[in-house]
């Protein structure tokens, strides 16, 4: 076991947070355990017993799939202005000819996005699976706002590559453009109109996991489960989008975002951002009797 819990302590010290399937498919590329549920098991029981033990941190595993709700509340108004002036952001996709959205599969991978995400200001949407009927509406809503001051959507999706994931590409685009529809006063008549509505106000493009990347980067594969109805149209191994690298990830989910930001634009947004910032800063500083 001293092989294992090595090479799970180097796989997370070179990159983390990533979650624990994330750390057992980077173990199997080692060669210190098979690619098996039962060795996964083994990983992930060995990872408990060093997160207690302090040997691995905490925070090197990432798991958004459980959270907490709790309003925010300050203990004065010097300390309300103190904080917002921290986290003061200026909104940087309003004046955009594009708004991105990164599209996220799994829960528990949030955590490997949510930096990135935040950065630049893009929304994460986790569909948990297929998403539901009410996710894709709410989305729908906001696309068909953007819409109305001659925005357009750019949605990049994230999943992974078996006989479901390949197949919740379609149905957000299908489920979106039905509520888009609905939105403009209309049914969708089949499943090729609600697409063909989806694209008059947005794209969305596959990031990964692709057939490409499952080649280039030798990435670690999985039987296909034969319960999954969706199987005998599928064709090859599954991928789980977990076998990529977390700094694969965020490199391949920044790459996206930055191809819609105007540098220039950026700048200028900045500069602003740091005088209002100081703004209200100042306005702490009144509050707590200062001279700033």
């Given at each position: 076991?001293?092989?294992?819990?090595?090479?799970?302590?180097?796989?997370?010290?070179?990159?983390?947070?990533?979650?624990?399937?994330?750390?057992?498919?980077?173990?199997?590329?080692?060669?210190?355990?098979?690619?098996?549920?039962?060795?996964?098991?083994?990983?992930?029981?060995?990872?408990?017993?060093?997160?207690?033990?302090?040997?691995?941190p905490y925070?090197?595993?990432?798991?958004?799939?459980?959270?907490?709700?709790?309003?925010?509340?300050?203990?004065?108004?010097?300390?309300?202005?103190?904080?917002?002036?921290?986290?003061?952001?200026?909104?940087?996709?309003?004046?955009?000819?594009?708004?991105?959205?990164?599209?996220?599969?799994?829960?528990?991978?949030?955590?490997?996005?949510?930096?990135?995400?935040?950065?630049?200001?893009?929304?994460?949407?986790?569909?948990?699976?297929?998403?539901?009927?009410?996710?894709?509406?709410?989305?729908?809503?906001?696309?068909?706002?953007?819409?109305?001051?001659?925005?357009?959507?750019?949605?990049?999706?994230?999943?992974?590559?078996?006989?479901?994931?390949?197949?919740?590409?379609?149905?957000?685009?299908?489920?979106?453009?039905?509520?888009?529809a609905a939105?403009?006063?209309?049914?969708?008549?089949?499943?090729?109109?609600?697409?063909?509505?989806?694209?008059?106000?947005?794209?969305?493009?596959?990031?990964?996991?692709?057939?490409?990347?499952?080649?280039?980067?030798?990435?670690?594969?999985?039987?296909?489960?034969?319960?999954?109805?969706?199987?005998?149209?599928?064709?090859?191994?599954?991928?789980?989008?977990?076998?990529?690298?977390?700094?694969?990830?965020?490199?391949?989910a920044e790459?996206?975002?930055?191809?819609?930001?105007?540098?220039?634009?950026?700048?200028?947004?900045?500069?602003?951002?740091?005088?209002?910032?100081?703004?209200?800063?100042?306005?702490?500083?009144?509050?707590?009797?200062?001279?700033?």
């Amino acid at each position: 076991m001293t092989a294992i819990r090595e090479a799970i302590y180097a796989a997370l010290a070179a990159d983390h947070p990533m979650t624990v399937r994330g750390a057992f498919y980077r173990v199997t590329v080692t060669g210190a355990i098979a690619k098996t549920e039962a060795e996964y098991q083994t990983v992930k029981r060995l990872l408990a017993d060093m997160r207690r033990s302090r040997e691995v941190p905490y925070n090197w595993i990432a798991d958004s799939s459980r959270w907490m709700r709790r309003p925010t509340t300050y203990s004065s108004a010097e300390e309300a202005l103190r904080r917002t002036a921290a986290t003061y952001r200026q909104a940087l996709w309003d004046d955009a000819p594009v708004a991105v959205e990164v599209w996220l599969e799994k829960e528990a991978l949030a955590g490997v996005l949510a930096e990135v995400c935040r950065e630049w200001d893009v929304p994460l949407m986790v569909c948990r699976g297929y998403p539901s009927m009410s996710f894709l509406h709410s989305a729908a809503e906001a696309i068909h706002g953007r819409a109305q001051h001659d925005q357009h959507t750019h949605l990049y999706y994230f999943g992974d590559h078996d006989p479901s994931g390949v197949d919740i590409d379609r149905a957000v685009r299908q489920g979106i453009g039905e509520s888009l529809a609905a939105l403009d006063g209309f049914a969708a008549e089949d499943a090729g109109e609600a697409e063909d509505t989806f694209y008059d106000f947005a794209t969305l493009d596959r990031v990964a996991v692709t057939t490409a990347q499952i080649g280039a980067w030798n990435l670690p594969t999985r039987p296909t489960k034969a319960s999954d109805s969706r199987a005998r149209n599928f064709k090859g191994a599954s991928v789980e989008v977990d076998s990529i690298q977390p700094a694969q990830l965020r490199q391949l989910a920044e790459s996206c975002i930055e191809a819609h930001v105007d540098r220039h634009e950026l700048g200028v947004l900045q500069t602003v951002e740091a005088e209002e910032r100081r703004v209200l800063e100042r306005m702490a500083a009144t509050l707590d009797g200062g001279d700033q």
